[in-house]
C-alpha cells in the first residue's frame, strides 16, 4: 500500500466533502435559470400590455389594470425567488471553502459548515417557496386575448 504524505490526504478528503454541496450548486443554478426565465417572460408581458395598442384593444383598460396588478405580484414572488435561491448558492459556496480550510488549516470548523448549510437549505426552501406561490398566481390568473363582442 502505498502512503501518501498527509496533505495530499487532506486536499482529496476536502474534495469528497464538498462534491455534494458542488452537486446541489449545480441544481440551483438550473432552478435560477428557470426562474429568471419566467421573470423575463412576465417583464415582456408587462410591456406588451402597456406598450401595443391592440392589446390594449382586445382587452380593455380595466382588464389591463387588473392584469398589470397580477404580473407585479407575480414579479415579486419571482425576484424573492431568485434572491432566496442567490443566497442559497452563495452560503454553499462558503460551505465548500469552510471545508477546503477547515482540510487545509486542521481547524474544527464542523459547526460553522453546518450552520452555512442549514442557512442554505432555509433559504433554498423559502426561494422554492416563493417560486411555487408564483407559479400557482400564474396558473389562476390566466391572461386571455379575446376579441371584444
Request: some cysteine; aromatic content about 6%.
Amino acid at each position: 500500500m502505498v502512503l501518501l504524505p498527509e496533505y495530499l490526504t487532506d486536499v482529496t478528503r476536502a474534495i469528497q466533502l464538498a462534491l455534494a454541496p458542488v452537486f446541489l450548486l449545480t441544481g440551483i443554478a438550473g432552478l435560477l435559470n428557470v426562474m429568471t426565465n419566467r421573470l423575463s417572460r412576465i417583464v415582456d408581458r408587462g410591456r406588451a400590455l402597456t406598450e401595443k395598442p391592440e392589446i390594449a384593444a382586445l382587452v380593455g383598460p380595466d382588464s389591463i389594470a387588473t392584469q398589470l396588478r397580477v404580473l407585479e405580484r407575480r414579479r415579486h414572488f419571482t425576484s424573492v425567488a431568485i434572491t432566496a435561491c442567490s443566497v442559497a448558492a452563495l452560503l454553499l459556496c462558503l460551505v465548500v471553502a469552510t471545508l477546503f480550510i477547515e482540510a487545509m488549516l486542521d481547524a474544527r470548523l464542523h459547526w460553522v459548515v453546518a450552520i452555512l448549510f442549514t442557512g442554505s437549505t432555509l433559504t433554498l426552501v423559502v426561494g422554492l417557496a416563493y417560486f411555487l406561490r408564483e407559479v400557482h398566481l400564474a396558473t389562476q390568473s390566466r391572461i386571455r386575448f379575446t376579441a371584444p363582442n
